[in-house]
């Protein structure tokens, strides 16, 4: 399944497997000439023309991080020139921001975050320390984060915890809420987050980690961005249901 969101072909790739991991971070660079700048820099492996077409772009490069999370570069992206509307009207949050955000469990956060700070250059926006540990939070444009790393399992694969899809309508976001609930896969009620300011609601997917819906996120001014800790996820809301609950 290939899922659009905006100009983009798509900016979701589902793909069958043996289990449910992360198959691949994908990040978009400007030119062809940046991508093969960035490859050589962090020792991503140009993959071939065949395989870019796949990706929806004119060239990829692929490397897989100490920590064993995949990042794939493409540039040149493929472009479908047909609007994207859901179904009550509302759009998808997503064109230079890119797809959202994705929220990766690594068994080794400290060199997931070296990766992605110091190879991939992304920039902390900021922290939630909570009893579990910290989540950090990284951007690489003005959206408030395109990636979150948290800490699981030492002797487990990088995983999702969850993916976020922002629309642009509050509205929006009450319709697909009822929806969840009429599905009954709801799994963290309707509130407010901290850092990014996003009005979300969290459903269960098929393959077990979450999907974040919301609107209203702010963003931010990489050349003036200060980083701030927060002592909490939510100012109000994001109750977590067990899955009895959602039922």
Partial sequence: MRVRFDSRAWRWAIEPGPDDR????????????DLDRLATAIGAERQSDARATERAAAALASVIDDAGTTHELVAASALDPRPVVAPYGSRFVADELGLGHSVVVSPDVETSLAFATERLGLRITDTITRPKGVVTFLHCNPRHHSLALVQGPADA??????VMAQVDSIDAVGQVLERAEAARI??????RHTNDRMLSFYCWTPSGFELEFGTGARTVDPANWVVSDYAGTSTWGHRKLDKEESR
């Fill in 157 to 162: 694969p990088p995983s999702l915890n969850h």
């Fill in 22 to 33: 992360l198959l691949a971070l994908g990040w978009e660079v400007a030119t062809l000439e």
């Fill in 186 to 191: 709801l799994s963290r009620t309707l509130g």
